[in-house]
């Protein structure tokens, strides 16, 4: 069924279609033009798969509708979230553009049928859809491999051949000695595998190898991809192929983007120069090619962009660019690369007439830092710096800054000024830079918020560039200066560790927020007294702001986990929905930002600053390169129970608040027993419901408990006691059962 006929049309949260639990792109290889004249940019994205080799069992509840059938329901593994922006209205397809014949399928006219007729309503719903003229050839039974799409116009989608590439027969000796006793489709399957699980030490062997295999021509046997475009998704089979094992392992998807897609923005620099830039918005890259949005979908990429020769093109690669000219065309050739395995949300693209801001008095980079102890990796096989002792006490990384040349004294004064001092800052309290280099770029006066981070770049709006008024001294440079450290301080917490659920937003903007005090504190060289104030003031001023914002918004928006016990959890495909992502009010609160932030103050005013900052360095050691969620182990449940448990009262409405917010009577057994102590403790009678099913299903941790029940007195609880062990007594141990019959008889 159309995925779009389960999508209320009313509602907020934002789909992700990506089957992920069954199929993950492990790599990308982007071959794009950009467009100025018609606002558009073309090319091709080939996808390098990997089949998932079992899908995990956890039951949940159903959060999103599913492309393909259900089978049951499970949860993503653990292993970034995107930043959010205004969402954008979904244009209708433009004349004028090629495409593949546009048909009416089954898939559509239930779509239309169950919209509720023809009409406008009709129009809403098929507006979106594209397919190949053979989708309906294929059946339902065939594996179907889901991409998250929007706003964009697909042109082919092919099966790669790469059993022609020379380097084959190298990386595989041992199938190319065979190959006569082979089918291509083995062939292609060993390689395929052999390539995306080769060592981090031969990354560019890897990614050399990664480009030369999504050069080749379409697979010439007869057969080809079909596929079908709707509103949020992309779906491509093969016919005859019922599983991912099967399916293909390189695909061609050939396209373009549309003028007013919600990935990027086209619009004027500030010299009134036409420029184009991923918008940041809540659909993220979806509009800009088709991919794989989870966070889960971790993947790295390499990028060739066409762009006018007069044009920079910046990106979220790790080295830096040095365009090639493409022939006797007007356009250059800019290549970038990642070899960290990210969410696809952090790919990031600038295309414009902007200029390098220049200082010959600054150096590029200082290694005088201290060295950090050795730190041991736990994500997968990537070049990591944490493990690269010279990046260790690298304290500036390589840094440049871009603008329009009307705002290049501005950002010379202030962001080229003081990047230096915040990325020293920031090493300081943070340890090693995550990422190699740092590009700033200052984006057209219509960016919809103070700064954007994404891997090596920076996006900063024109407001936190000083007035240039004489006489302002530093106090001129505070905004610029506290909002680059709170968009490096991203790099740690948002970036190289990010929220395995996007909802958990403030995962990544609470930490940025509180480390933009201290990092900028520490770049001003402020005394400790000077620090207090300034973070005093700063504190108060947040305050009023959260007030506000609590007062005159709607409450489910001001919520910092809306999945509550749910968060994290995804369908047997690993389809989700990102709840309330397409509220246009969302994009403009800061709740989550001081929510978090708040919450981080006062834990470090219960066990010091000094002390909270060393857990944060510990806690990037641990798990950076990794996705994580705020929800508590079992362990913290105990140890929070056991806390709650000293305390001589605690209110019905608290303990009504803890049962519902953490599910307390589905837990393991340990953090079963405190809860069922609290109630006793308490007299919560709305849970000796409870009590009663762990004494009955837990046996050999329930016996004092029966005590508990005793010793109060109370004539309800006392009954309960009696009632259970008339109902498990005669299969009980012989010693267990003595001790509670004393007890309770």
Same mark, same amino acid.
């Given at each position: 069924m159309d995925p779009d006929v389960d999508i209320n049309p009313d509602t907020d949260d934002l789909p992700l279609r990506a089957n992920t639990n069954h199929i993950l792109v492990r790599h990308y290889v982007l071959d794009l033009t950009v467009h100025f004249e018609r606002k558009v940019i073309s090319g091709s994205a080939v996808l390098f798969l990997e089949?998932?080799?079992?899908?995990?069992?956890?039951?949940?509840?159903?959060?999103?509708?599913?492309?393909?059938?259900?089978?049951?329901?499970?949860?993503?593994?653990?292993?970034?979230?995107?930043?959010?922006?205004?969402?954008?209205?979904?244009?209708?397809?433009?004349?004028?553009?090629?495409?593949?014949?546009?048909?009416?399928?089954?898939?559509?006219?239930?779509?239309?049928?169950?919209?509720?007729?023809?009409?406008?309503?009709?129009?809403?719903?098929?507006?979106?859809?594209?397919?190949?003229?053979?989708?309906?050839?294929?059946?339902?039974?065939?594996?179907?491999?889901?991409?998250?799409?929007?706003?964009l116009d697909v042109s082919k989608v092919e099966e790669v051949n790469v059993t022609s590439v020379s380097a084959m027969s190298s990386l595989l000796p041992e199938v190319a000695s065979k190959s006569s006793g082979v089918r291509s489709v083995d062939q292609q399957t060993a390689f395929i595998q052999k390539l995306v699980s080769m060592p981090s030490r031969r990354w560019r062997q890897k990614h050399q190898l990664f480009s030369l295999c999504s050069r080749p021509p379409s697979a010439q046997d007869g057969t080809s991809l079909h596929f079908r475009r709707d509103r949020w998704s992309l779906q491509v089979r093969k016919k005859g192929v019922t599983s991912s094992q099967d399916f293909p392992r390189v695909v061609r998807i050939c396209y373009e983007t549309r003028p007013t897609g919600g990935s990027v923005r086209w619009t004027n620099d500030q010299d009134n120069r036409v420029c184009v830039y991923t918008a940041g918005s809540p659909i993220n890259n979806r509009a800009l090619f088709p991919c794989q949005e989870p966070p889960v979908a971790m993947s790295t990429w390499q990028a060739t962009v066409r762009a006018p020769s007069e044009c920079v093109v910046l990106m979220s690669g790790e080295e830096q660019a040095v365009p090639i000219?493409?022939?006797?065309?007007?356009?250059?050739?800019?290549?970038?690369?990642?070899?960290? =395995?990210?969410?696809? /949300?952090?790919?990031?693209? +600038?295309?414009? %007439?902007?200029?390098?801001?220049?200082?010959?008095? &600054?150096?590029?980079?200082?290694?005088?830092?201290?060295?950090?102890?050795?730190?041991?990796?736990?994500?997968?096989?990537?070049?990591?710096?944490?493990?690269?002792?010279?990046?260790?006490?690298?304290?500036?990384?390589?840094?440049?800054?871009?603008?329009?040349?009307?705002?290049?004294?501005?950002?010379?004064?202030?962001?080229?000024?003081?990047?230096?001092?915040?990325?020293?800052?920031?090493?300081?309290?943070?340890?090693?830079?995550?990422?190699?280099?740092?590009?700033?770029?200052?984006? =057209?006066?219509?960016? /919809?918020?103070?700064?954007? +981070?994404?891997? %090596?770049?920076?996006?900063?709006?024109?407001?936190? &560039?000083?007035?240039?008024?004489?006489?302002?001294?530093?106090?001129?440079?505070?905004?610029?200066?506290?909002?680059?450290?709170?968009?490096?301080?991203?790099?740690?917490?948002?970036?190289?560790?990010?929220?395995?659920?996007?909802t958990e937003e403030w995962i990544s903007e609470g930490f940025a927020t509180y480390l933009e005090d201290i990092i900028w504190a520490q770049a001003q060289q402020l005394s400790l007294q000077d620090t207090e104030k300034q973070s005093d003031l700063k504190a108060l001023l947040r305050w009023r702001r959260l007030s506000d914002e609590l007062q005159h918004s709607e409450e489910e928006l001001q919520i910092l986990r809306p999945n509550m016990e749910n968060t994290g959890q995804v369908s047997e495909s690993g389809s989700s929905t990102v709840k309330h992502a397409l509220n246009p009010d969302k994009t403009f609160m800061q709740v989550h930002y001081l929510k978090g932030y708040f919450l981080l103050r006062f834990l470090a005013c219960q066990v010091g600053e000094q002390q909270f900052i060393d857990f944060f360095r510990s806690f990037v050691k641990k798990y950076h390169g990794q996705l994580i969620l705020s929800q508590l182990m079992s362990e913290q449940l105990v140890m929070l129970l056991e806390l709650l448990l000293e305390e001589s009262e605690l209110s019905m409405a608290t303990l009504d608040f803890l049962q519902r917010t953490y599910n307390l009577q589905n837990q393991d057994a340990e953090v079963q027993h405190r809860w069922c102590e609290l109630v006793v403790k308490h007299a919560y009678t709305q849970a000796y419901g409870d009590v009663e099913h762990f004494l009955i299903h837990n046996q050999a941790m329930g016996v004092y408990l029966y005590g508990e029940l005793m010793v109060h007195e109370d004539a309800e609880q006392q009954a309960l006691a009696r009632r259970c062990l008339s109902l498990v007594q005669e299969e009980m141990d012989q010693s267990a059962r003595r001790v509670v019959e004393e007890m309770v008889l």
């Amino acid at each position: 069924m159309d995925p779009d006929v389960d999508i209320n049309p009313d509602t907020d949260d934002l789909p992700l279609r990506a089957n992920t639990n069954h199929i993950l792109v492990r790599h990308y290889v982007l071959d794009l033009t950009v467009h100025f004249e018609r606002k558009v940019i073309s090319g091709s994205a080939v996808l390098f798969l990997e089949p998932c080799s079992g899908l995990r069992t956890k039951v949940e509840n159903d959060i999103g509708p599913e492309v393909v059938k259900k089978s049951g329901t499970v949860e993503a593994e653990e292993s970034q979230g995107g930043f959010v922006g205004r969402c954008r209205d979904v244009d209708a397809q433009k004349d004028g553009i090629k495409g593949p014949e546009k048909t009416t399928t089954k898939m559509e006219r239930v779509a239309v049928d169950e919209s509720g007729g023809v009409g406008l309503q009709t129009a809403a719903v098929t507006k979106y859809i594209q397919s190949s003229h053979l989708w309906e050839t294929t059946s339902d039974d065939d594996f179907t491999l889901v991409l998250d799409c929007c706003d964009l116009d697909v042109s082919k989608v092919e099966e790669v051949n790469v059993t022609s590439v020379s380097a084959m027969s190298s990386l595989l000796p041992e199938v190319a000695s065979k190959s006569s006793g082979v089918r291509s489709v083995d062939q292609q399957t060993a390689f395929i595998q052999k390539l995306v699980s080769m060592p981090s030490r031969r990354w560019r062997q890897k990614h050399q190898l990664f480009s030369l295999c999504s050069r080749p021509p379409s697979a010439q046997d007869g057969t080809s991809l079909h596929f079908r475009r709707d509103r949020w998704s992309l779906q491509v089979r093969k016919k005859g192929v019922t599983s991912s094992q099967d399916f293909p392992r390189v695909v061609r998807i050939c396209y373009e983007t549309r003028p007013t897609g919600g990935s990027v923005r086209w619009t004027n620099d500030q010299d009134n120069r036409v420029c184009v830039y991923t918008a940041g918005s809540p659909i993220n890259n979806r509009a800009l090619f088709p991919c794989q949005e989870p966070p889960v979908a971790m993947s790295t990429w390499q990028a060739t962009v066409r762009a006018p020769s007069e044009c920079v093109v910046l990106m979220s690669g790790e080295e830096q660019a040095v365009p090639i000219e493409d022939g006797n065309t007007r356009f250059s050739v800019w290549n970038y690369y990642v070899t960290m =395995p990210m969410p696809a /949300s952090t790919f990031t693209l +600038a295309v414009g %007439h902007w200029c390098q801001v220049t200082d010959e008095g &600054l150096s590029v980079t200082d290694y005088s830092g201290m060295v950090d102890d050795g730190i041991s990796c736990s994500h997968g096989d990537y070049p990591c710096r944490f493990a690269e002792r010279s990046a260790r006490s690298q304290r500036v990384i390589p840094h440049r800054v871009f603008g329009p040349v009307c705002l290049l004294q501005k950002a010379q004064m202030a962001v080229l000024k003081l990047l230096p001092r915040c990325l020293a800052a920031a090493h300081a309290i943070l340890g090693v830079h995550p990422f190699s280099r740092l590009d700033v770029l200052i984006v =057209p006066a219509g960016f /919809s918020s103070l700064g954007m +981070a994404s891997p %090596h770049i920076i996006f900063l709006s024109q407001s936190v &560039l000083c007035s240039g008024s004489s006489g302002s001294g530093e106090n001129g440079l505070s905004l610029c200066g506290s909002r680059m450290c709170h968009e490096i301080a991203h790099s740690w917490f948002g970036l190289v560790i990010g929220a395995r659920d996007w909802t958990e937003e403030w995962i990544s903007e609470g930490f940025a927020t509180y480390l933009e005090d201290i990092i900028w504190a520490q770049a001003q060289q402020l005394s400790l007294q000077d620090t207090e104030k300034q973070s005093d003031l700063k504190a108060l001023l947040r305050w009023r702001r959260l007030s506000d914002e609590l007062q005159h918004s709607e409450e489910e928006l001001q919520i910092l986990r809306p999945n509550m016990e749910n968060t994290g959890q995804v369908s047997e495909s690993g389809s989700s929905t990102v709840k309330h992502a397409l509220n246009p009010d969302k994009t403009f609160m800061q709740v989550h930002y001081l929510k978090g932030y708040f919450l981080l103050r006062f834990l470090a005013c219960q066990v010091g600053e000094q002390q909270f900052i060393d857990f944060f360095r510990s806690f990037v050691k641990k798990y950076h390169g990794q996705l994580i969620l705020s929800q508590l182990m079992s362990e913290q449940l105990v140890m929070l129970l056991e806390l709650l448990l000293e305390e001589s009262e605690l209110s019905m409405a608290t303990l009504d608040f803890l049962q519902r917010t953490y599910n307390l009577q589905n837990q393991d057994a340990e953090v079963q027993h405190r809860w069922c102590e609290l109630v006793v403790k308490h007299a919560y009678t709305q849970a000796y419901g409870d009590v009663e099913h762990f004494l009955i299903h837990n046996q050999a941790m329930g016996v004092y408990l029966y005590g508990e029940l005793m010793v109060h007195e109370d004539a309800e609880q006392q009954a309960l006691a009696r009632r259970c062990l008339s109902l498990v007594q005669e299969e009980m141990d012989q010693s267990a059962r003595r001790v509670v019959e004393e007890m309770v008889l």
